[in-house]
Nanobody, 120 residues
Framework: VQLQASGGGLVQAGGSLRLSCAAS??????EGWFRHAPGREREFVSV????????FYADSVKGRFTVSRDDAKNTMYLQMNNLKPEDTAVYYC????????????????WGQGTLVTVSS
């Protein structure tokens, strides 16, 4: 099983990016996004259940980020709008069972990360 994250890049504050996470081999009950900025701990960003029936966001991104998934393509997306410099981080996608939600410890598989840099 492999997760491949893509879509990161350099964007100005107020801009948008869309991240993708493609899973090979199978689909998962829950898929999430986390981020890790230099000097900070890894941070939960969002999570979505299979079929998109349940979603949850960190307060810091609520109203600006939208998570979605296409189970037919085994791909999850993170649409990031109104980006801020504090959103700068390496973004990781993760996949796991129904118990995987905001805690990274519950996720069984992780992608390699994609760098998002937001300039002021």
């Amino acid at each position: 099983v492999q997760l491949q994250a893509s879509g990161g890049g350099l964007v100005q504050a107020g801009g948008s990016l869309r991240l993708s996470c493609a899973a090979s081999g199978r689909s998962f009950a829950n898929e999430g996004w986390f981020r890790h900025a230099p000097g900070r701990e890894r941070e939960f960003v969002s999570v979505i259940s299979r079929g998109g029936y349940r979603m949850f966001y960190a307060d810091s991104v609520k109203g600006r980020f939208t998570v979605s998934r296409d189970d037919a393509k085994n791909t999850m997306y993170l649409q990031m709008n109104n980006l801020k410099p504090e959103d700068t981080a390496v973004y990781y996608c993760a996949a796991g069972p129904p118990t995987a939600w905001t805690s990274p410890d519950k996720y069984a598989y992780w992608g390699q990360g994609t760098l998002v840099t937001v300039s002021s």
